[in-house]
C-alpha cells in the first residue's frame, strides 16, 4: 500500500497534432487532433493522462470542447486539494459524473500513473500484466481506391504488423474486401463498420463471412444489441463490439443475449482503466476474448493501452501501433517502436514507463488551464 496521494495541482493542456496520413472512417475524415492532456500533481510526483474525444460527435457524443467544460466545471473540484488512497476512491470520487467517460478515464489514468510512481512500480505490473511485449495490429481508413488501401496493406505488412483492420462503409465493403482476400489470402484480416450498417444488410454480411475474417467489428448502431445477436446467430464469423460496450454493465448485458463474441475495449470509451479491467475480467471468466483498441492516441493515452494490452484475456492483436504511425514526433521518449516481430515492448519504468516531454507540450499547446 502506497502512501496517501493528495491531488495538489491539475493541469489541462491542449495540444495541436497533425496526423502523418488524414484517418476515414463512416464517420469522416481527421487530419488533425487537439489532443487534451491531464496532468495531477502529488508532492514531487506527476501523473499523466489522455483525452480520447474528437472535434465532433460522431464517434462519440464528446468533443473536445465538452471534455474541457466538464473538467473544469466539475472534475477538477472533485479532485482538487482532495486525498485518496488508490484508485479505486479515485473513480469513485469521480463517477458522481454520469457519462463523458472520455474525460474522466483522463483524470483516472493520470491518476493510475502517479500511484504507479508513488509505488515505483510499472503500471502493467499493478494492472495483472502478464507479458512485456504485446502483439500491435494496424487500422487502415477508408482511402481512395483500392490500389491505394493494398499499397498500405503492403507497407504495413513490411513493416511487421501482425494484424490488418479495415474500415468499410456501405459502397466500400464486399468488393474491397473480395480484392484484399485475393491478394493477400492468409493474413489476419477483420473490418470494422463503425455502426455504418443496420439489419437490412444482412445478406452482406452473410457473404462478408466466406472471407475467413478474424472478426466484423461494430456492423449494426452502437444501441441494437439485438439485431448484432441475430446477426451473430446467421454468420460463423465473430462479431466484435467496439462502441456498444460503454460500461460493464452492457458488456454483461451483450454477452449474456450473445451479441459479441469478442470485445474491443477502449479505456476512453468505458470511462478508464478500472472499467476497463473489470470487462476485461467478467469476459474472461465467460471466455469471451478481448483486444484493446486506439483512438489516434499520442504516446501518454498509448502507454496507457499497452499497459492494458499485457492482461491475460488480451487474445487478439491491439489497435495500438507505433508512434510514427500517427505523428511526426510524439510527446513521450522513448517513442513507442514496433519490433521486427510484430510486437511492441512494454516499458519498464515506474508508472505508464516513458517521459512526457514537457517542454515541447508547453511550446504546442494552445490552451493550458491551471489548478492548485
Known sequence: MGQKLKVEKVDIFIVPMELKYPFTTSFGTEKKRRVVIVSLESGDLKGWGECTAGEGPWYSYETVDTAVHIAKEFLVPLVLKQEFNNPTEFYQRISVVRGNNMIKAAFEEAFWDLYAKSLGKPLYV???????????GVSIGIKGSIDELIRHINMYLNMGYRRIKIKIKPGWDIEVVRQVRRQFPEIPLQVDANAAYDISYITLFEE?????????????????????????????TPICLDESIHSIH????????G???????????????????????????RNIPVWIGGMLESGIGR???VALATLPNVRYPNDVSASDRYYHEDIVEPEFKLNKDGTISVPNGPGIGVEVKEEFIEEKAIDIFEWS
Not at 210 to 234: C, G, S, T, W
Not at 259 to 285: C, F, L, M, W
Open 259 to 285: 451479441s459479441t463474441r469478442v470485445i474491443n475495449i477502449k479505456p476512453g470509451r468505458v470511462g478508464g482503466i478500472i472499467q476497463s479491467k473489470e470487462i476485461h475480467d467478467y469476459a474472461k471468466e
Open 208 to 236: 462478408l463471412d466466406k472471407y475467413n475474417l478474424l472478426m466484423i467489428e461494430q456492423p449494426f448502431h452502437y444501441e441494437d444489441l439485438v439485431d448484432h445477436a441475430y446477426l451473430q446467430k446467421r454468420i460463423g
Open 126 to 136: 499493478l494492472l495483472g500484466g502478464v507479458r512485456t511485449k504485446i502483439f500491435s
Open 303 to 305: 502507454a496507457h493501452l
Open 250 to 257: 452492457l458488456a454483461k448485458a451483450a454477452i449474456a443475449l
